[in-house]
């Protein structure tokens, strides 16, 4: 990956884009020390990326400091995964990276070339709904529905992974998804139920 | 399980669930303009001062930005002008900090300069490279301290009836302090405005707000522009608890950056801004006396309180209101005063004023029991009124005893200790704890769009919004009980300031003020129907409206089973394709007047706190509600069960540290401010007493957003007495605050 900004030479290529990384990732409030004079702006670089997201194999050509999370909801119009702070603290925005659960926000998207993505849009079978979308339906999971996404992208690798055998399994594996309005007993209740069924989800 | 295919399988669902699971709801940001900028707020290093001078040199020569916009270079705004003289006619000036107006800086973290870009990665880049010189000026915000010096207050109420501290005089009284930290809504959508300037004078909105009538005039006036020519968005709203009564800096700093730029521009806040620059709970000190009688009758209650406010803006709220009416009691005195600080303002946070006001109230009860030697439900049986002592109107309706009775048996209140820190299950020292919850329930007025066509469908349309407690899903139900039709065939939209207009969602009110404008909607629709019957059908001829009803979307006769037509075989024979109403329902009526109208709740918490290191662990919750007529019950216990998650946060976690050196929030992240996760919640029961309120409206409903939250925190901290004997009055619980070192 190309960097977007030269230093005065001093630096490392690997120091500079690390530390780039790390000044794009961390929240504006936390870096208000860091030195920056020093460092002249370049053109943005774009990047090439191929990845497949819900199914479909996409090749882009991406600003290289998108996250995973903006390159959904900005560049892809998929936005159903939700920012929620940024912060990889409040599980808003979980998706499936090859399968595993992943917090989007603190990805970025280059580095995910020629993996599959699966959003909350891609989890169903068209417009049939997955048994956990139903489940969350059926037991009110949710009010606002703005961290519902990533819950449901969780409760499904929670039962997938074995995670759901008991409350307290799935309490634990879902203390990543923060929900304000405090749906947490009906989730649970709604994972405990597609766990029940014991299909293959 | 059975299968989805986006209909509805259960007749109590929520009716925009579908959408909410598959990720088709779109919340403000989610919304895409053609040419849209991304726009990223620079905020303040300083508490208080002002801006030197303010470098953006830097900033502009970066890749992608486009401008950037503060004190010097932001447009005129009609609304940022003080002097009302010089101020366009129907322009009103903005009510709190003016956002890029001025080089002033009012609390640490304010917005001070708008970084414009093309992508959001060329926007938030830049922001660090705007470069602010201070002239720092002393501040303060430290509440704790400044609260002492009777200098720093602002004195707000005062009330009095019979004598003031009686309670001294008691056979037995408490007298204690409380307090409550700042508190932050923190709901999980962020904040966010998408401006678009369609014409000079015309601008369209997809805002996060509670009320989009309320930010059509906000913007209209600030902007000096018709109403008409505003449109706001918010057909989703990710949660707001409070925070969405009023426009943030967000909306007229991306209104500003739209039309300077004549482009649509969309901004966003973060995180740690949504702890700074979207109100939060007042911090609150409060002192509570009661005394009662040997038999336990209240002779006397006080109640003083003071919360902090912004130094450019008071904002108060009914801290000590439920003190003079929750219970009956001839002599009651309180005192309201605020301590302005340099923060920035708070606002209404769910349960507004009564949760902090609640919270000494039923603390200092149950204090008072154990004084007396009285199981504490008994003592505010003893207290128990059916009349408002404060305005002497009867309750509208009040079955608090009911909530009592189901709870007393439902948590087991029989084994409650009658000695603190004498019950012990499985090694942890157990205790229970209940208290009692109340806020008005009003009644407002809003209009409504009623559309029957002949296909059958019905739609209804109101400019209020959903910021999750489910007002599209009751709507629906209201009108298909009062339509007697299917819910499926059922519309109902809302989130748009182009539909008729409808109050802001807030204080628990939507569902008795367009409940009943839906109700009126309803039956109105019906009346004409049934005239159009009576001149177009034969079958109907010569009968009046009063012998026919609406039902199973028909028309049909009352006496005459046999006389009836299908609703849309009566549009088709009148060779109408639809009946097209809008109708506006008022605020209570003189006969509602004559009574004065709360919900009411209780809440029974029983836990268990570690004897070895002062950890609590919640092991069971009953909330119950009085709140008339439940109209949606799926939606309305999850509510419920929102507010007991609200309540534990309260009690055991949530507090805003703040650095009294620097002025700086700094927990201002979920990794620092700590709300309730899944692993924190029990099993919790909710109940309603479910009986229409005959006084407050036609539909016997109240609200329940705030009564759910409303006492919460009291009944963890009397269970925690219960359990170890150690009093809390300082929120939240800690094992130090228990005597435990950690």
């Known amino acids: ?201 | 399980m059975k299968s989805y295919n986006n209909t509805i399988l259960w007749e109590d669902e929520r009716v925009d669930g579908a959408d909410k699971v598959n990720g088709k709801a779109k919340y403000a940001a989610e919304h895409s303009l053609p040419n849209m900028a991304y726009a990223v707020f620079v905020t303040s290093t300083i508490a208080k001062g002002s801006i030197k001078n303010l470098d953006t040199s830097k900033a502009l020569a970066m890749p992608g930005v486009l401008d950037v916009i503060y004190y010097a270079n932001c447009p005129s705004v009609p609304g940022y002008i003080s002097n009302a003289a010089e101020r366009p006619k129907n322009a009103i000036e903005w009510r709190g900090h003016k956002v890029l107006h001025d080089n002033k800086v009012r609390f640490f973290g304010q917005p001070i300069a708008l970084v414009v870009a093309d992508s959001f990665e060329s926007a938030n880049a830049a922001i660090r490279f705007v470069k602010a010189e201070y002239a720092p000026e002393s501040f303060e915000t430290n509440f704790d301290k400044a609260r002492l010096d009777a200098k720093n207050l602002k004195i707000n109420s005062n009330y009095k009836r019979g004598t003031e501290k009686k309670y001294k005089e008691a056979f037995a009284f408490v007298e204690s302090e409380f307090n409550i930290p700042i508190e932050v809504h923190n709901a999980m959508e962020l904040f966010a405005t998408i401006a678009h300037w369609e014409g000079d004078d015309k601008v369209t909105l997809y805002d996060k707000t509670q009320g989009p009538k309320s930010t059509q005039f906000t913007v209209s006036r600030t902007f000096g522009i018709p109403d008409k020519n505003v449109r706001v968005i918010a057909e989703n709203v990710g949660g707001a608890f409070g925070s969405g009564l009023r426009s943030w800096a967000n909306v007229p700093a991306a209104c500003i950056a739209a039309k300077k730029l004549n482009r649509p521009v969309k901004l966003v806040l973060t995180r740690p801004q949504m702890f700074s620059l979207v109100g939060y709970r007042p911090q609150s000190w409060q002192k509570v006396g009661i005394g009662a009688d040997a038999a336990g009758n209240f002779t006397g209650i006080s109640h003083e309180a003071i919360t902090n406010t912004s130094r450019y803006e008071d904002f108060r709220e009914g801290i000590v209101d439920a003190s003079k009416f929750l219970y009956a009691c001839e002599n009651v005195d309180t005192k309201y005063n605020l301590l302005p600080l340099d923060l920035s303002t708070p606002v209404w946070m769910r349960g507004p004023g009564e949760a902090s006001g609640c919270f000494a109230l039923e603390s200092a009860i149950d204090e008072l029991s154990y004084k007396l030697k009285m199981d504490p439900i008994e003592l505010r049986l003893k207290n128990y009124t059916t009349v408002n002592p404060e305005n002497k109107l009867p309750f509208s309706d009040i079955n608090l005893k009911d909530c009592y009775a189901y709870g007393i048996n439902k948590i087991g209140w029989k084994n409650r200790p009658t000695v603190p820190g004498s019950l012990k299950e499985n090694g942890m020292l157990i205790g229970y704890g209940m208290a009692v919850g109340i806020f008005g329930a009003g009644k407002g007025s809003a209009s409504v769009r009623i559309v029957l066509s002949n296909d059958g469908k019905l739609l209804l349309e109101c400019g209020v919004s959903d910021m999750g407690p489910g007002t599209t899903t009751a709507m629906t139900i209201l009108a298909s009980e009062a339509m007697q039709m299917p819910i499926q065939k059922i519309k109902f939209k809302l989130g748009d300031s182009d539909l008729p207009p409808g109050p802001s969602q807030g204080g628990s009110g939507t569902t008795s003020t367009v409940g009943s404008a839906v109700d009126l909607a309803c039956k109105t629709l019906q009346q004409k129907l049934k005239e159009i019957a009576i001149k177009s059908a034969p079958v109907f001829a010569g009968m009046n409206a009063e012998a026919l009803e609406v039902k199973n979307e028909m028309v049909i006769s009352k006496t005459n089973a046999n006389a009836k037509m299908p609703i849309v075989d009566v549009l088709k024979l009148a060779n109408q394709d639809k009946i097209d109403l809008t109708i506006t329902s008022n605020g209570k009526n003189a006969a509602q007047l004559k009574f004065t109208s709360n919900s009411f709740s209780a809440h029974f918490v029983k836990l268990g706190v570690n004897p070895k290191n002062g950890t609590i662990k919640i092991l069971q919750v009953v909330t119950t509600g009085d709140a008339g007529k439940i109209i949606s019950p799926k939606t309305a216990r999850s509510q419920m069960l929102g507010g007991v998650v609200g309540g534990i946060g309260m009690a055991l976690s949530e507090k805003l540290e703040i650095d009294h050196k620097t002025g700086q929030i700094i927990n201002a992240s979920f990794g620092g401010y700590h709300v309730p996760l899944h692993s924190h919640i029990p099993p919790t029961d909710v109940w309603f007493v479910n009986k229409p309120d005959p006084n407050i409206n036609d539909i016997g409903a109240k609200g329940i957003g705030e009564i759910a939250l409303i006492g919460f925190a009291a009944a963890i901290t009397n269970a925690v007495y219960n359990a170890t004997g150690k009093r809390v009055r300082d929120l939240p619980i800690t094992p130090e605050k228990l005597g435990f070192k950690t």
């Open chain 1, 1 to 201: 990956m190309k960097p977007c900004f030269q230093q005065d030479g001093r630096r490392s290529f690997l120091k500079k884009s690390t530390s780039l990384v790390a000044l794009y990732l961390t929240p504006s409030v936390f870096v208000k020390a860091f030195a920056v004079d020093s460092i002249v702006p370049l053109p943005i670089a774009k990047e090439k990326l191929t990845i497949t997201i819900n199914g479909k194999l996409l090749k882009l050509e991406i600003d290289a400091r998108t996250t995973l999370l903006n390159l959904l909801r900005e560049e892809l119009a998929f936005t159903g995964t939700k920012k929620g702070c940024e912060m990889g603290q409040c599980g808003a925005c979980t998706v499936h990276i090859n399968g595993k659960r992943a917090k989007s926000c603190m990805q970025l998207a280059l580095t995910h070339q020629n993996n599959k993505i699966t959003t909350i849009e891609g989890l169903g079978d068209g417009e049939k709904l997955h048994p956990m979308q139903v489940a969350f339906i059926k037991h009110d999971a949710f009010q606002c529905g703005y961290c519902t996404s990533g819950q449901i992208m969780s409760a499904v690798t929670c039962v997938r992974e074995g995670n759901a055998k008991s409350r307290a399994s799935i309490q634990a594996y879902m203390d990543t998804n923060i929900c304000r309005c405090g749906a947490y007993q009906n989730i649970v209740d709604a994972i405990a139920e597609v766990a029940k069924t014991g299909a293959k989800i």
